[in-house]
């Protein structure tokens, strides 16, 4: 495999870096860390450049790119703003992903091409209170009556969702049995449907990301309104968090390089002990030759997965290798932040150094899309496998 930039990626590598580093977009990033509000403004700029509909077809307003071409613009934007990554990839990699991978053709073409045009977000509406990493154990309801679905129960951790016209909730709608989940997925317009109320949840890292719960109280949905099949919901479910790990992976990749990038600079550049650069005492310099080993390995860990994806995505080998993906690039960002925060010394509690937050930024990577416990179970069932039990 030559992962070598092509002319094409390298162009999108450099538009994405310029962009993020102009002064229009830092006064977007700081007055989203001020007000913790949703950057309206950026995701209607970004989306003018086609950034909110990076694997979108082009007959549907996307761009048409390849899923290594996406996550090679992801991890810059991760560089540059965590929160404002989150943003892109849940509108990428879960809403419009799931939509076009398994929605109707006139889903398709109500739904993607707006949400590609930034005219439409959308969320995506697995998680509760009482399940967390056992995603199947959902009790939400959907209940049949006289040609409409009823929708019932409580989501939590729901990214973007006060913001969105568009949500992807999955509901119980038969008993969970072994092997057999129980689970139907439904499009719900979150601003049109009566029985639908939205909180943001209070959080103390991303700023400028939502987190929402939403509740549903009686919620009537035709039938047109089930995204893929009936009673297999899951299969949309599973396949979308597969994808959308590469995204967490590369996004973890980009918080890493940045996180390592400051804590350079301020090693080798802005402070002295005994008489020389601190990253110049072995400890140190040491520490960071192994977080950089980290990122790279993560990203051709990323970049290798989302080939086999264009390949075929239907590869038995595909979930493992997200998980790898997903489980080495969270942690690589975990472990350069917490590093970042102990290298900065005393200056690491102040306000005005950035390493506190961005450790808080990042902490939350090895949870979403699956917390890396379970990706080291995906993997291990799936050495398991090879073994032949």
Same mark, same amino acid.
């Given at each position: 495999m030559n992962f070598a930039l092509s002319g094409f990626q390298e162009d999108i590598q450099k538009l994405v870096r310029n962009y993020m580093k102009s002064d229009q977009t830092q006064v977007w990033i700081q007055e989203a860390k001020r007000t913790k509000e949703y950057p309206h403004e950026f995701m209607r700029d970004i989306a003018r450049l086609g950034f909110l509909g990076m694997n979108i077809d082009e007959a549907y307003g996307g761009m048409g790119m390849s899923p290594i071409d996406a996550l090679i613009a992801l991890e810059e934007?991760?560089?540059?703003?965590?929160?404002?990554?989150?943003n892109?990839?849940?509108?990428?990699?879960?809403?419009?992903?799931?939509?076009?991978?398994? #929605?109707?053709?006139?889903?398709?073409?109500?739904?993607?091409?707006n949400m590609a045009r930034g005219e439409l977000f959308g969320c995506f509406a697995n998680s509760e209170p009482g399940t967390g990493s056992d995603a199947k154990n959902i009790i939400t309801t959907a209940r049949d009556h006289s040609g409409t679905w009823?929708?019932?129960?409580?989501?939590?951790?729901?990214?973007?969702?006060?913001?969105?016209?568009?949500?992807?909730?999955?509901?119980?709608?038969? $008993?969970?049995?072994?092997?057999? $989940?129980?689970?139907?997925?439904?499009?719900?317009?979150?601003?049109?449907?009566?029985?639908?109320?939205?909180?943001?949840? $209070?959080?103390?890292?991303?700023?400028?990301?939502?987190?929402c719960r939403i509740i549903l109280d009686n919620v009537e949905v035709g039938y047109d309104a089930i995204l893929g099949t009936a009673e297999k919901g899951w299969n949309?479910?599973?396949?979308?968090?597969?994808?959308?790990?590469?995204?967490?992976?590369?996004?973890g990749v980009g918080a890493a390089r940045r996180a390592l990038d400051e804590i350079l600079n301020y090693t080798v550049n802005q402070r002295e002990a005994f008489n020389k650069p601190i990253?110049?005492?072995?400890?140190?310099?040491?520490?960071?030759?192994?977080?950089?080993?980290?990122?790279? #390995?993560?990203?051709?860990?990323?970049?290798e997965a989302a080939d086999q994806e264009k390949i075929d995505p239907n590869h038995i080998e595909l979930s493992a290798m997200a998980a790898r993906a997903k489980y080495a690039g969270t942690q690589a960002a975990e472990k350069a932040a917490l590093?970042?925060?102990?290298?900065s010394g005393g200056l690491a509690i102040t306000e005005e150094w950035a390493a506190a937050q961005h450790l808080l930024d990042s902490l939350i990577l090895p949870i979403y899309e699956g917390p890396n416990e379970i990706q080291l179970q995906i993997i291990a069932n799936n050495l398991k496998r090879r073994a032949g039990a």
């Open positions: 934007f991760a560089y540059a703003s965590i929160s404002f990554s989150l892109i990839l849940v509108q990428n990699s879960l809403a419009c992903f799931a939509i076009h991978e398994f #929605g109707t053709e006139e889903q398709k073409k109500r739904y993607v091409s009823v929708l019932n129960g409580e989501k939590h951790f729901c990214t973007t969702a006060s913001e969105a016209g568009i949500a992807i909730i999955f509901t119980r709608t038969s $008993p969970r049995t072994s092997g057999y $989940p129980g689970i139907t997925a439904f499009l719900v317009e979150l601003k049109n449907t009566k029985g639908i109320q939205v909180y943001k949840q $209070p959080k103390n890292a991303q700023a400028g990301s939502q987190l949309v479910c599973d396949r979308t968090f597969l994808h959308s790990r590469l995204w967490i992976a590369m996004q990253f110049d005492h072995q400890y140190v310099s040491f520490k960071l030759a192994k977080i950089d080993i980290a990122i790279h #390995g993560a990203r051709l860990l990323a970049l590093h970042y925060y102990r290298f």
